[in-house]
């Protein structure tokens, strides 16, 4: 089931948005395929027929009234996370070249 | 610590102390913040320490104890939470690098519940960074050291919860639970560790792991203290659309539980720790329980399952640490994507990106429905064996872990062999069913975990049952080294 190389982990980390450097390439390859081959265990199972599982207390639809609120959380504390800003606005480096 | 405050063991004796004035709030959070400062070098459990804080809201409420105010049920009560739960004001790392400097903008629910209880946060404590691993190795600041050895781990993901615990910090902990990260630590660290029903305490303001099996819960020194604070924590909110009401405490079954230990649970053990569990059923059928056997035919896969949809929900969630909003950035980034790709490979650690990178490959066209959906099936098959064997049994049993509390470096260079501490408390995330790990005495004076099961919401039939085996076993540990 997992034949990962070097190229396809680069492909993987970059859709995950996690730079990875030449010299760890290997050793995360080397993990990745170890974890592959530990759940690939999985595929023996017969699941024919079976629904997937991906919620466990059946709750379904869970709706409140459409009230406004306001919340307790101020734009300003929140703006005071933010690693960079600009005149109270988030900054962001270029997008386009 | 004072020898007032030190026999005060639990929190109903700590609150008996408080309730006739024998002890101040204030008294009882000095002694703790002592503790702490006392032994945090030698097991390094604490990363953010809260003692002016703490000591304001002691004071707080000694005044209105003295003006004859209404107290909540933990008031004065102090505790520490893992560095997941948000307390505005306060720093809250996820002990990641990413969120080094992060500091809550609110506070979340089931940490406001404690509060409005009256309960005092002494510190935020170690984890393994966002609670990926199993001996808080993984922890951006280091790890914590297992007081009952300091040359082995305490657990993970909540081992800093476990360890202050064990060695008199605060009077209970909070922690998150998604394959064992509560119930692990506390059988290492010698503490009641409970896990509860999937959507019973809300998640409203703690960092997601992995949303449909993350649960919150306490560590505490005894069953009744874990059920005290669970209480507190419990009920519906509308800030997590995932939350469940339990049913009314009805008043405790006196009867002894239909009880049967899990067959694959006791196979391949050390017969050391094999011995442990046999003595504590036999301690247990002394008491009057019948124990059997069981088998759930797919527990067995339960590890291989989590390991996918675990990742998978991680890579998920851990998209919004983004070098943008909040947290730290990258200086090295030249443009938006570089912003992402550069803070995200600098901050995150290395089990951190494994997981997001196995959860991404997981999920990725032509993957999926060989990995993520089938890990879902597989989850169903799970789920369907526990709720068959509910049918027939209150309460199943077995080791919380496969060994006592492992030493340092032992596992964490072999990403699958750290994996494997998690073998015997997965099982519960995956069926959504509430789980408790009490003490039990294990080989060389280590500790062990004996884990009793429920199915969903029963967690009054669980705590029964585990106050009842907590009774009959007369667990006596041996002394820690701090």
Known sequence: ?97 | MSDAAKLLHTISQAQSALQTGELTARQLVEAHLSRLHAVDDAIKVVLTPLDERALAQADAIDADRSAGRELGVLAGIPYTAKDMFLLAGTRTTAASQILKDFVAPYTGTAIAKLEAAGAICIAKVNQDEFAHGGSTEYSSFGPSKNPYGTDRVPGGSSGGSAAALAAGIGLFSVGTDTGGSIRQPAAFCGVVGLKPTYGVVSRYGVISMASSLDVIGPFANTVEDAQTVLYVMAGQDSNDATTIALPEQSTADSKPPRAAYIKEYMEGLHPDVAAAYTSAYEKLTQAGWDIKTVSLEHVGLALPAYYVLTPAEISSNLERYDGVRYGSTSDAATDLNTTYTKTRGEFFGPEVQRRILTGTYVLSAGYYDAYYKKAMQVRTLIKQDFEATFADYDILLGPTTPTAAFKFGEHSQAPVAMYLADIMTVAANLAGIPAISIPLAGPSGLPLGLQLMAKQTNEAGLFGAATAAETALQTELGAIQV
Do not use: Y
């Open chain 1, 1 to 97: 089931m997992n034949s990962l190389n070097t190229q396809k982990v680069s492909a993987i980390a970059a859709l995950a948005h996690i730079e990875i450097s030449d010299e760890n390439i290997g050793v995360v390859t080397a993990s990745l395929e170890d974890i592959l081959k530990f759940v690939d265990q999985l595929q023996a199972v017969d699941t024919t027929d079976v629904i997937p599982t991906s919620q466990v207390t059946g709750l379904i639809d869970v709706l409140r009234e459409d009230v406004v609120k306001a919340s307790e959380i101020s734009p300003a504390s929140l703006i005071a996370l933010v690693p960079q800003t600009q005149d109270g606005q988030i900054k962001v480096k270029r997008v386009i070249k």
